[in-house]
Every structure is written in C-alpha cells, then in structure tokens.
C-alpha cells in the first residue's frame, strides 16, 4: 500500500509546472520540425522557424515558451487503496499550492494570468491559482496525474455543439475551425470529445490533449476503429482549409487530432472541440509513495538546429521617425524589422482608455504617431529588462480600434491573429496597419526588446502600459493600410493549391 506526503504532491506539481514553461514535449517539437521540412509556404514556415528556434531558446534559458503561462489543468488518477502521512491539506489544496510555489519561483517567474470575480471585478489572483482539476477514483494504489498549462489564446477558441445523431462531425469541424481564426496560435492539436453529455464532451476534448502525438504511426497501421477513421480523416481535410502556421497560409494547420469518446443518448451527438497551440504544455507523473516525481530534461538533440535568417530586402523601420507617408507603402504579407519606442496595451488598458475618451478625459499616454503592442508580459529575472513577451490576440482588441485610432492618432498596432471586419474598415479608414509577431515565440521576441518601463496604469500589473524600446523586432505586416489581410488572402491561396496538388495526385 502507497503512503504518499503532502508536501510530495505539492513539489511535484510545482516542478511539472516549471519544466512544462520551458520544455515543450518532444514529440511535439519532432511534429513541428517535420511540418517546417515540408511547408512550402514561406510566411507558415518562417513562424515554424520561430517556433522551434524559441522552443530551444526556452529550453536552455529556463524562461518561458509564451508570455501566457496559462491556466493549470490538472487531471488526476487517485488511487483506491492510497493512504496519506501527516495530511493536513485537501488534494486540492495540495495541488494549488504546488501552481503557487511554480508560478512564485523567482528563478523562472511565470505569468499570474487568473481573475477571480470572471464576471466583476475581475481582480489577479497573483499567484495564477486556482488549478482547473478533475478527479478519477481508480483502483490501485498510486496517483497518477497530467499537469497541463493551458493558453487564453486557444482556449478561447474552443466550440461546443449539439448535433443531431445524423449529422457528420466532419462537416461541423471544417465548418467551424475556419471561424477559429488564428488566434490559437497553429500549428497545434485539436482536441475532440463526443459523446455523453455536454459538460462530458468537454472534459474528454480536454483530457484528449494530455496524449502524445501520434498520428504518424496510426497512419502507417491504418484505423482500427470509427474514431481512428475519424482522427484521419480531419487531419487531412483540416489541413487541405490551407490555414497554416499563425493562420498565415500553409500545408500544415494541424499536427494531430484526438479524439476521446463516451457513450451517449440515443436524442444526442455532442462534440466538444479544444485546440491546443504552439505553446503545448503538459506533463505526467505518478506518485507511488517513493518521493516527489522526477522529470527527466529533453536530450538537448531532440531540438533542430535551425537558424532564422530575415531576407536581404527587408524593410526596417525606426517607429520614433516614421511617417504615415512610410507606412502607407507596407504591404499585406511583408516582413518588417522594427526598432525604436513602442507603448503596450492589451484589454485592460484599452478598455480603460476607451472609456477616458467617452468621458472626455485625457489619456495618461499620447498615442498620436505611435504603435502599440498587444502584450501581457512576464516579469523579468536577473538581468533581462522584460520576461518573455510575444503578442496576445488582437482580435480582442477589434472593438476598441476605431475610437482609438478615430481620437488619439495611432498610427499601428502590433499583435497576433486575425483582425475582424469592424477593426479592418477602421484601419482602412485612418490609412493605419496591423503588424503580426509570432504567438508562442515569446522569449526569442522578448530578445529584441532592449529597453522596459511602465508609463501608466500600473495597478493592472502584466496589463500595464509599458514603453519599449525595441531593435530589430521581426513582425508581418497583417493588415496593411488599404484594409488588405494576409489571414484572408495568404489561406485562400494555400487553399486553392493545396486542392490543386491533390486534384494532380487523384489523376
Ligand atoms: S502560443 Fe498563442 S495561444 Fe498558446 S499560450 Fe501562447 S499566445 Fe496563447
């Protein structure tokens, strides 16, 4: 009989939670690398690049993939016959303690991201509990536990449905994943849960995603089974909606598909679908009584050795001297190297200041003339001026965009994702741009940002405006001043030619 201690869960929570900020799992960097060897789009393997190239970065540094640190997922396996020395704390307890100290650490600080209060207030836990956790009481005498940390970004993506038991989830997936945007950062996992009810379609999409990837080999022995036919099936036609990497156009928007299932009601079909981003992020342990978990480091050659190199004519750009003029010149699909000053602001202070103009305040910032880029950074640890600090969505940030740029001036925004319709006729109509950097490439971002102070609202914490200064940061221009997206054109091309090679390969 397994005797385990209090303090085994909390350590071992704490530590899944520090490694998984820094080491992605290696099956899912080979999974990248193979997409990166194959793509063909250049833009989708440009962001691949970052990807991997930050995910090494990560790995040496100990610094987080993403500035989003996440919410912590936690499903455990606890064993019938286990008996607990000297606990003073519920399992629960336990395991928030352990998102404590891994999020507190300050060798590697990571992201408090958690509100409590969702619908008032809305105030910073300030330690990013509490944890998200399910049980399962199992027989045996061990715990078993996955640890994940899941993005907001991707998160926020997730769609539910109740279909008909006639209705094809094929079609309701390629329907809905193209209304995902690319706000959950791709390439990544869909994680699909059908069956029982609704709230069980949900937890089986999420409990799906702590599996490895390996679709590869289900490829290679063939499906067994309808959700092995199914899991094929929606890699294939998902990745023929040529979104590719960051929604820009590709070969490869998906890595793999899981699917978890439960029986259900003869009335009902629910599906459940979770994506999981470029910042994948979970761990397994089991505690049997032998002390707190050990989880072994990556082998320094699971990560490729890829180098990015920016073209030769690149445009760079000094934000402190750009004219509109210079601006109106950046095309969709351009990659721009920016230096200079740059002010942040994500949803907190754009609300804010929204409401400052409504109410014919002055802002406690002058955005005439300025970018702004859409972050919640980490904070910093020994010499660096900031944490890692890759964009979050700016889809978020559509609502705001016309009184902002219609009242202050803005001359651009800095972010990642898509923008929707509102926000693109108001950056036509001020003749701004929408510049794009890679989401789940924070560290290797963080790098080129030499400078950090905050300017104003600093009760937000990470939603803060902060100035950098930054040299040389690489961004895409998404949406230029004429109102043209690359998230609109770059898919639809990839589309078109990924269903033309297959039409040749049919022949
Ligand atoms: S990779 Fe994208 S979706 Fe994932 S945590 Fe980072 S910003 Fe969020």
């Known amino acids: 009989m397994a005797v385990i201690k209090q303090d085994d869960v909390i350590q071992s929570v704490a ?12 099956d899912f960097i080979q999974a990248v690398h193979e997409a990166y060897e194959r793509e063909e789009s250049p833009a989708a393997r440009d962001a691949m690049a970052q990807i991997l190239i930050n995910s090494r970065m990560c790995a040496t540094g100990h610094r987080p993939i993403c500035q989003d640190t996440g919410i912590v997922t936690v499903f455990a396996r606890v064993g019938m016959n286990v008996q607990w020395e000297g606990a003073t704390m519920s399992l629960d307890d336990m395991i928030n303690e ?16 958690i509100l409590a209060d969702p619908a008032g207030k809305r105030t910073n836990t300030k330690d990013n509990t509490p944890a998200v956790i399910h049980y ?37 997936v390629l329907k809905t994943v193209p209304t995902m945007g690319a706000g959950w950062c791709p390439p990544g996992m869909l994680g699909i849960g059908i069956g029982g009810t609704a709230e069980k379609a949900a937890v089986l999409a999420k409990e ?12 290679a022995r063939g499906p067994q089974n309808r959700v092995e036919e199914l899991r094929l099936e929606i890699m294939d036609k998902v990745n023929a909606l040529g979104i590719g990497a960051q929604g ?19 009335a009902s079909l629910p ?6 981003c470029a910042a994948t992020r979970h761990a397994h342990f089991v505690l049997d009584g032998n002390g707190p978990a050990v989880l072994e480091a990556p082998p320094m050659d699971a990560y490729p050795d890829i180098t990015w ?28 190297l920016l230096s ?32 702004i880029y859409y972050v919640g950074p980490v904070d910093p640890v020994r010499e660096e001026v900031v944490g890692p600090a890759g964009p979050t969505t700016a889809t978020r940030m559509d609502k705001f965009t016309r009184p902002i740029l219609e009242q202050t001036g803005l001359l651009g925004m800095i972010g990642k994702a898509e923008r929707g319709p509102i926000a693109i006729d108001a950056i036509k109509d001020h003749k701004a741009v929408y510049l794009m950097a890679v989401g789940g490439a924070a560290y290797l971002v963080a790098q080129a940002i030499k400078k950090a102070e905050v300017v104003a609202f600093p009760e937000l914490g990470m939603e803060a405006i902060y100035e950098f200064e930054v040299e040389d940061m690489p961004v895409t221009v998404a949406v230029d001043s004429t109102g043209e997206s690359a998230h609109i054109t770059g898919p639809a091309i990839w589309q078109k030619k990924i269903a033309e090679s297959l039409a040749v390969e049919v022949k």
Request: net charge negative.
């Open 136 to 172: 399962q009481v199992v027989p045996g005498d061990s715990i078993e536990f996955d640890v994940a940390a899941k993005g907001g970004g991707s998160e926020n993506k997730s769609k539910m449905v109740m279909l008909n038991p006639s209705d094809s989830i094929v079609d309701w």
């Open 309 to 336: 190199e920016v073209g030769t004519g690149v445009r760079r750009a000094n934000m402190d001297t750009l004219t509109p003029e210079e601006v109106q010149t950046w095309k969709s699909g351009e990659t721009v």
């Open 208 to 219: 799906s995603l702590m599996d490895s990837i390996d679709i590869h080999e289900l490829r």
């Open 98 to 113: 352990g998102v404590r100290q891994a999020y507190n650490n300050p060798d590697n600080v990571l992201r408090a991201s």
């Open 271 to 276: 599906v459940c679908m979770i994506p999981n």
């Open 15 to 26: 530590d899944a939670l520090q490694y998984i900020s820094y080491y992605h799992p290696v």
């Open 248 to 266: 820009l156009g590709g070969l490869t928007t998906v890595l793999d598909i899981k699917i978890k299932d439960y029986p259900t009601h003869a």
């Open 340 to 371: 200079g000053k740059m002010l942040t602001g994500r949803d907190a202070a754009h609300k804010r200041m929204v409401d400052m103009l409504n109410k014919g305040e002055e802002l406690p910032v002058d955005l005439k003339g300025r970018f």
